[in-house]
Structures are given as C-alpha cells and as structure tokens.
C-alpha cells in the first residue's frame, strides 16, 4: 500500500480529483477513476485528472483526464482552468500564461490573477469541426441537433425543455450514429445579456460521456455557442449558463478559435491509499 496526495477542485460544479504524477505516480488511471468517482464509496467526482510533464518541448504541463467510468477522454475546459489555478497557486509557475499538452493538442491558458490568488482563466480552445460522422449524416432523428467536434464530440440541441436531458442524455450518447459515444447538449435562448448587447444568455444542460449529467461542460459550452451561430440562434459571443455556474464563450473571427472564460475552485486537499 502507498499513499497518494490528491486535490478535489471544481470548474462551475465540475468536479474532479486531480494528482501531480510527477510526485504520484499512477499505474492504473482508468481503475482508480472508477473506484475514486464513486460518491458513495469513494472521494467523489465526475472523473479523475492526471497533472504532469509536458511530452512536448512547446508546452508546460500535461493534462490526462479520465471519466469516472474509466474511460479516457481528449480534453475537458473546466479541468484545464483548475489545472491553471492549481500549479500557479502551488507554486509550481509563475507564468500568468500557461501552455498544456492534452490529447486534442496544446490548449493556451490566460490566469487572471489578483493579489497572488487565480479569480479565472480564459482557455484558447482552439477552432470548432463540423465535419459529421458518416452514421450521423444516415439518421434522420438526429435532424433536429448540431454536431459539434472541439476535440471531442458534442451534439446540441435547442428546445424549450432542457429538463430533457436526464431521460434522453443516455440514448443519444450510445446512438448508433456515434460509435464512439458523444456529450449531448440541451439548450434554449434566454435572451440578451444587457439591453442593447449582441451577447447572448443561454441556458444548457449537458450529458457527458463516462459520466452522465454533470454540473457543467467546457467543450461542452464551447459547442453550444458554435451551435447557436451556425442555427441563428445567437451572435459569437454567448453566456451559457449551465447547472453549476456560467461559462462565457467568444467565438472570435480572427482566428476563429474559441476562448472560454470561468472560474476555477479548489475544494480540499487530501490522501487516500492504493
């Protein structure tokens, strides 16, 4: 048996378990996601984060994030501010701007940092892809949704009910059309943020794949923006304002890449034998 040093932090209710396994190493990511997610035998999470050395000479720390069905996924924008939050306020940087290897590439992190302490960060999460899976393009019940890749796949949908996701979250995400699974999205306008303003409320409920209903979504936030420009449902900057807080999405023209902003929390530090 050895003892593992971890910390429980959230980005708007997404809450993960995150090690340094450049101190911890982890053997067995996919198990211990399981076995730690579990919020009744376990510490609780919607999944567990690897923090680590860069594989790439062009990035500063790495991120490996795992579902809490063990299941590994690409990438996860509230994960990567916490990630943010956590090696400058450990003192383990004091870059104000951080670059971070993850399986969908090198995401730049922005940390707005006032009296040594990380309020938020702005994620680059680089462009959208709206090349549809092949089996998506054949199923004609999925004609009312977008199809969104920020790395991993999201589809959205607008509707009045976005209650509906705890009865159709499971069914569209093992849908034939994904193979692969795929993070659904329900949303609706709420309306302007102020008067006279081009930003856009919009209210979301997310499924994530290997976790199921979770309190918010980075990626998943990002592809709701996406969906409501290209439907006509909003400009290219959006608040979406999902269970666990708001995440602010700018779509920018430049670049075309989107910037994610939201806070970062930590929720306590603890150990736990393996």
């Not at 069905?69 to 701007?97: H, P, Q, W």
């Given at each position: 048996?050895?003892?593992?040093?971890?910390?429980?932090?959230?980005?708007?209710?997404n809450?993960?378990i995150?090690?340094?396994?450049?101190?911890?190493?982890?053997?067995?990511?996919?198990a211990?996601?399981?076995?730690?997610?579990?919020?009744h035998?376990?510490?609780?999470?919607?999944?567990l984060?690897?923090?680590?050395?860069?594989?790439?000479?062009?990035?500063?720390?790495?991120?490996?994030?795992f579902?809490?069905?063990?299941?590994?996924?690409?990438?996860?924008?509230?994960?990567?501010r916490?990630?943010?939050?956590?090696?400058?306020?450990?003192?383990?940087?004091?870059?104000?701007?951080i670059?971070l290897?993850?399986?969908?590439?090198?995401?730049?992190?922005?940390?707005?940092?006032?009296?040594?302490?990380?309020?938020?960060?702005t994620?680059?999460?680089?462009e959208?892809k709206?090349?549809?899976?092949?089996?998506?393009?054949?199923?004609?019940?999925?004609?009312?949704?977008?199809?969104?890749?920020?790395?991993?796949?999201?589809?959205v949908i607008?509707?009045?009910?976005?209650?509906q996701?705890?009865?159709?979250?499971?069914?569209?995400?093992h849908?034939?059309?994904?193979?692969?699974?795929?993070?659904?999205e329900?949303?609706?306008?709420?309306?302007p943020?102020?008067a006279?303003?081009?930003?856009?409320?919009?209210?979301?409920?997310?499924?994530?794949?290997g976790?199921?209903?979770?309190?918010?979504?980075?990626?998943?936030?990002?592809?709701?923006?996406v969906?409501?420009?290209?439907?006509?449902?909003?400009?290219?900057?959006?608040?979406?304002?999902?269970?666990?807080?708001?995440?602010?999405?700018?779509?920018?023209?430049?670049?075309?890449h989107?910037?994610?902003?939201?806070?970062?929390?930590?929720?306590?530090?603890?150990?736990?034998e393996?």
């Amino acid at each position: 048996m050895r003892k593992i040093r971890f910390a429980k932090m959230h980005g708007c209710g997404n809450d993960y378990i995150y090690v340094d396994t450049r101190y911890f190493p982890i053997e067995d990511p996919n198990a211990l996601a399981i076995r730690w997610s579990d919020r009744h035998k376990g510490i609780g999470s919607d999944g567990l984060v690897l923090i680590g050395e860069s594989p790439v000479a062009e990035a500063d720390f790495s991120m490996r994030i795992f579902n809490a069905d063990g299941s590994e996924a690409m990438m996860c924008g509230n994960a990567s501010r916490c990630i943010g939050k956590y090696v400058f306020e450990r003192g383990l940087t004091n870059k104000t701007e951080i670059r971070l290897w993850t399986r969908s590439g090198v995401k730049v992190l922005t940390l707005h940092v006032v009296a040594d302490r990380v309020e938020s960060v702005t994620v680059d999460m680089g462009e959208p892809k709206l090349v549809v899976p092949e089996q998506f393009q054949s199923s004609p019940d999925l004609s009312l949704g977008t199809f969104v890749s920020m790395g991993n796949p999201h589809y959205v949908i607008f509707t009045k009910d976005v209650d509906q996701v705890g009865q159709k979250g499971a069914e569209l995400e093992h849908h034939p059309a994904f193979p692969q699974r795929c993070n659904i999205e329900f949303a609706r306008v709420v309306g302007p943020c102020s008067a006279g303003s081009d930003k856009v409320r919009i209210r979301a409920r997310v499924w994530e794949r290997g976790s199921g209903i979770t309190q918010a979504c980075g990626t998943g936030a990002c592809a709701t923006t996406v969906a409501a420009c290209i439907t006509g449902h909003a400009s290219r900057n959006c608040s979406i304002e999902m269970d666990g807080g708001t995440l602010d999405i700018e779509w920018r023209r430049s670049d075309n890449h989107l910037y994610m902003t939201g806070p970062a929390t930590f929720v306590f530090d603890g150990e736990i034998e393996i």
